[in-house]
């Protein structure tokens, strides 16, 4: 079995082409422009073609994105320079990913809490349970609402069937309380 491959004719490569012709026409007459606004932006001279080139494809795959611009040239224009921050920025950020060397690496601290860090946590943990149920009942009951249940201030408010400001006041209090507990350990 053999495959025969042809060159697509004129036509077929016109229309496959020309899925977008606006935007074809659009890149061929401001091509020198755009990258023009690139270069003057400082980038390289090998970056500012891919840049077109992307910004291309790009609009390439959304169709209408063209479709009612005042202004082709500027949107492209744009879009353009968009692209190119946003290449400074990884490049940027690469950059700063991998300068470091090897013994940097190593000196980099491990995620892992020493055991001193846990005993601490334990016993903040302790001051701060304590701390909570020193609190009235009713403070005790908007601040864990608030803090385990995730409720906002309103949903407390009718839950409790007290007033906005009453939750705002006792939120206060007892945050004021637990810090005023947990000072010592901080």
Not at 28 to 55: F, K, M, T
Not at 132 to 161: H, N, P, T, Y
């Amino acid at each position: 079995m053999t495959a025969h491959f042809r060159a697509p004719s004129a036509s077929e490569h016109a229309s496959s082409a020309g899925e977008n012709p606006l935007l074809d026409r659009a890149i061929l007459a401001y091509y020198d422009e755009l990258c023009g606004s690139v270069r003057r932006r400082g980038h390289n001279p090998a970056n500012i073609q891919e840049i077109v080139h992307d910004l291309y494809i790009r609009l390439r795959q959304k169709d209408g994105a063209l479709e009612n611009k005042v202004s082709l040239k500027a949107f492209l224009i744009r879009a353009c320079i968009n692209l190119g921050i946003d290449r400074f920025r990884r490049e940027h950020f690469e950059a700063c990913l991998f300068s470091g060397s090897e013994q940097e690496a190593l000196q980099v601290s491990a995620p892992v809490a020493s055991p001193d860090q846990a005993l601490d946590l334990e016993h903040r943990l302790g001051i701060l349970k304590a701390a909570i149920m020193e609190m009235s009942l009713q403070r005790r009951r908007v601040f864990i609402a608030s803090r385990v249940g995730k409720l906002s201030a309103d949903e407390i408010s009718c839950r409790m069937k007290i007033s906005r400001n009453m939750v705002d006041r006792h939120l206060r209090k007892a945050y004021l309380h637990c810090l005023d507990r947990l000072e010592d350990t901080l």
